[in-house]
């Protein structure tokens, strides 16, 4: 009789963005003449820049002839577009990153949870506190959680690292020495970033410990601040402890298009064996490429044009954060990020729980965020709304907060 992975069941329900979407119907089945304005999730609303629509359109045309036909693509992704991550993502912040470094993939979701496979299960992992859900959930399907402890909403063998207003929403180097350190700027949930300086000392932290940091930079375009750091090879050391996740999701809308890499340097060992060999292996056995198409896509993300057309839109969206942002603050709430990310975390008023405020908007203002506490312990007591709606949504859902 087979046996299954019973890692999977150890696994706490999902309930974040299915109790959110249970009790917003149940809202509107008894309120039908309510609007809603959905703030909540993090997927973006424009639709893709006219320049990757037309880069689109001559891949497919090229995909309708014998001449110009692609096939499987090349493992490591093509190298136009390695080319181009490289100058633009790398070359020009002074980061020693090669093309051959680079493994273009259908985006960070699946990378930062299959990039697992390549560690032990022995290895004990780092993460934030709160967090984007995915770095623990995947670890525990590996077996590398211990058990889930529901009263503390934690498992037993991860070493969680509290973001709180008391750290300034950054982590501080834990007490115990993690193996895998699981980090994210600009931050989902909390919007919050650190400096160069700040991240300079993981990379030293990490070299001493001998630990790889495992960083995801999904929300770099939105770095507006000096002083931030959009990729963590810009730290001196990082080649030899750190992988980077990289994301066309929020940079150019392609949450449905799907593509992203994975940067693992060549510096980076265990021993003799580098993890790039690994994942090497790894990518060319499970996986079989990005489509030609997209990868034409993103390419196109890189021209002048690109990076003007995405950019506007990475606007667009952070101008909904500046209204938030202002809203709010106007209205007495304490705030943070929106300035290098598109998420704005809040502290829910009169010491309201996470999913009380959730209530409480929804019904008085007919608005739906995302309660922190779905993110991990410490987001309890706060709340994230997001700048991905449209520009008149959101002043009219801050106008609604306001009147509140
Ligand atoms: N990493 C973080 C921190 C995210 O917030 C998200 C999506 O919301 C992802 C990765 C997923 O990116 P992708 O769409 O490339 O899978």
Redesign the pocket.
């Known amino acids: 009789m087979f046996k299954i992975n019973e890692n999977y069941l150890k696994l706490p329900g999902s309930y974040l963005f299915s109790t959110i979407a249970k009790k917003v119907s149940a809202y509107s089945a008894a309120n039908p003449d309510k609007e809603i304005i959905r703030l909540g999730i993090?997927?973006v609303t424009l639709p893709l820049a006219p320049v990757v629509i037309d880069s689109l359109h001559n891949a497919v045309d090229e995909m309708g002839k014998a001449e110009t036909f692609h096939g499987y693509a090349p493992d490591l992704g093509y190298e136009f577009l390695r080319n181009a991550i490289v100058e633009h993502d790398y070359k020009k912040r002074g980061a020693d990153i090669s093309a051959d470094e680079i493994f273009v993939?259908?985006?960070?979701?699946?990378?930062?949870g299959n990039i697992g496979d390549i560690f032990s299960v022995d290895n004990k992992i780092a993460v934030c506190d709160p967090v984007?859900p995915?770095y623990v959930d995947t670890n525990a399907m590996a077996g590398r959680t211990g058990d889930y402890i529901p009263e503390q909403q934690k498992w037993s063998n991860v070493i969680y690292m509290p973001c709180t207003a008391e750290t300034n929403f950054a982590p501080e180097l834990p007490k115990e020495t993690p193996d895998i350190i699981y980090l994210?700027f600009p931050?989902?949930?909390t919007g919050s970033t650190i400096t160069k300086d700040e991240l300079q000392r993981w990379v030293d932290y990490a070299n001493k410990v001998g630990a790889v940091i495992i960083y995801?930079a999904?929300?770099e375009a939105y770095i507006s601040e000096e002083n931030v750091p959009h990729t963590i090879y810009e730290c001196e050391g990082a080649r030899t402890c750190a992988i980077e996740?990289?994301?066309?999701?929020?940079n150019a809308g392609?949450?449905g298009t799907?593509?992203?890499f994975t940067v693992i340097p060549k510096d980076l060992k265990s021993g003799d064996v580098m993890l790039h060999s690994l994942w090497a292996r790894r990518h060319g056995t499970k996986f079989n490429g990005a489509p030609y198409i997209i990868q034409r896509a993103g390419e196109a993300v890189y021209t002048e044009e690109g990076q003007k057309q995405t950019g506007e839109q990475i606007a667009y969206y952070m101008n909904n954060a500046k209204t938030i942002l202002e809203g709010l603050k106007s209205a007495g709430y304490t705030v943070s990020g929106g300035v290098n990310a598109p998420y704005i975390w809040l502290k829910t008023p009169d010491k309201m729980t996470s999913w009380e405020f959730f209530d409480y908007l929804l019904e008085k203002a007919n608005v739906v965020g995302t309660p922190g506490s779905g993110f991990g312990p410490s987001g309890e007591g706060y709340f994230r709304l997001t700048a991905f709606g449209s520009y008149e949504n959101t002043v009219k859902a801050l106008e609604r907060i306001k009147a509140l």
Not at 105 to 112: H, I, Q
Not at 245 to 250: N, P
């Open positions: 993090g997927d993939s259908d985006g960070a979701k699946s990378d930062s984007y995915v994210c931050n989902n949930p995801d999904a929300y996740l990289r994301s066309f999701s929020k392609f949450t799907r593509l992203g």
